[in-house]
């Protein structure tokens, strides 16, 4: 059974940076290596929503509202999904996830404070 452990969250200002982390265990490192792993946030309210993703082939894709401030990486070795998030904004706020084909984590909570 897959397991998705995140971790990195935290309150921060508004302009500060954190980065994210996504383990996942239970998964060979050639499944996790072929599958799109995502990073989604759900902020108070609303509806769980995509932030960014990264194919096998390392191709790369945003939200509009977080282009050129955040950046999603990958590391196959380590069964690992990164979200570097700079010039953080309140907007930003929500618990962040990580996706793996059908599994979810627990989330990590994301507060920006203006």
């Known amino acids: 059974q897959v397991q998705l452990v995140e971790s990195g969250g935290g309150l921060v200002q508004a302009g500060e940076s954190l980065r994210l982390s996504c383990v996942a265990s239970g998964v060979s490192g050639m499944l996790f290596r072929i599958n799109t792993m995502g990073w989604y946030r759900q902020a108070p309210g609303q509806q769980r929503a995509l932030v960014a993703s990264?194919?096998?082939?390392?191709?790369?894709d945003y939200a509009d509202s977080v282009k050129g401030r955040f950046t999603i990486s990958r590391d196959n070795v380590k069964n690992t999904v990164y979200l570097q998030m700079n010039s953080l904004k309140p907007e930003d706020t929500g618990v962040y996830y990580c996706k793996f084909f059908i599994s979810w984590g627990q989330g990590t909570q994301v507060t920006v404070s203006s």
């Open positions: 990264i194919t096998s082939g390392g191709i790369t």
